[in-house]
């Protein structure tokens, strides 16, 4: 630990008062800009979980598109998950703005000591679950990914504007899927209601543990990386959704989810968090399942890997050698 009376010590305070004035007067900070390595650390964690939890949330769809109802529903989420695989990348791409290397950090998620998000842990057990992940699970992006989109870190916040604009469309396919089954016949209403009961409570959790429990969230509120803590996040998505379950005559499963006059929010119930960390150390329906579908790919992919490698050193060679 370096003696405060030390040129260096004062020199690192002054750096950092001078950091935190800019976060307070709203400024981007940018990869070549001094920043405290506990900053630094704190958006590698985050950003990279955001890249896990797009790359593997991959998976659950995945599956469907092979058996979705139609030609129009195949086409829409296979674009989905293609452009999931984007929103991988930019953030990968994001991420390596602060010196960590991609590979080191899928190596991370491969051997279980990277996070990505609980709810791509949840089976998808019918049609429906794609209209509900739809939106459910991608409204809980939006309301997460508006606020990244303003952080602190200019690279992040650009990427999540981009990631904002795609995540608003498959909110809207699954939430157009939704509605078309609650308009249909009594087992598809059935199969949606269903889906919805499933779907509603692991997408609460989305938001992280509640504020008192939450281990970084003061940190990262403090250096602007979010603006909004996990309870305000939580409460706005449940106040855009119950409107919109209503206008499709779909019931929420919480029965004591009510409107409070006082306070302009719907009130809602008490969340199972035992249920949320049980998936978080990997005991959730389909961890297993997930991170072995990601070694598989890991591994299968290696030949593509290295012919794209040898692809760009030749190029580069090449380019090096005309210009010699």
């Not at 509603?200 to 281990?215: E, H, Q, Y």
């Not at 998936?279 to 389909?286: F, L, S, T, W, Y």
Request: aromatic share 10%.
């Amino acid at each position: 630990m370096p003696d405060p009376m030390m040129p260096e010590a004062i020199d690192s305070a002054e750096q950092l008062r001078r950091f935190e004035k800019r976060i307070a007067a709203g400024e981007k900070i940018e990869p070549k800009d001094w920043m405290p390595e506990r900053y630094r650390q704190q958006l590698v964690r985050m950003i990279s979980q955001h890249a896990h939890s797009e790359v593997v949330g991959m998976l659950p769809e995945g599956n469907w598109i092979t058996r979705a109802p139609m030609l129009r529903r195949k086409m829409g989420l296979l674009a989905k998950v293609q452009d999931e695989a984007g929103h991988g990348m930019y953030l990968y791409c994001a991420a390596e703005t602060l010196g960590v290397d991609r590979r080191e950090m899928i190596e991370a998620l491969l051997q279980g000591k990277a996070k990505y998000s609980h709810i791509f842990n949840y089976p998808t057990l019918a049609w429906a679950d794609i209209g509900v992940i739809g939106w459910f699970v991608d409204g809980a992006a939006i309301v997460n990914q508006t606020m990244l989109a303003k952080c602190s870190y200019g690279p992040y916040s650009r990427a999540n504007l981009r990631i904002c604009k795609e995540e608003n469309f498959h909110k809207r396919q699954g939430y157009e899927i939704v509605s078309t089954l609650s308009s249909g016949t009594p087992k598809q209403r059935e199969m949606v209601q269903d889906a919805v009961n499933r779907w509603w409570w692991p997408s609460l959790m989305m938001f992280g543990p509640p504020d008192a429990s939450s281990p970084n969230s003061a940190e990262l509120l403090r250096w602007k990386i979010k603006l909004h803590s996990n309870d305000e996040l939580r409460q706005h998505f449940v106040d855009i959704t119950v409107p919109q379950a209503a206008a499709v005559n779909l019931a929420l499963p919480d029965p004591n989810l009510r409107f409070d006059e006082a306070s302009g929010h719907w009130k809602f119930g008490e969340i199972d968090w035992s249920e949320f960390y049980e998936v978080i150390k990997g005991n959730g329906p389909c961890n297993r399942e997930r991170m072995k579908a990601r070694r598989d790919a890991d591994t299968e992919g290696a030949w593509v890997r290295a012919a794209a490698r040898a692809y760009a050193e030749k190029h580069t060679d090449t380019t090096t050698g005309a210009g010699a």
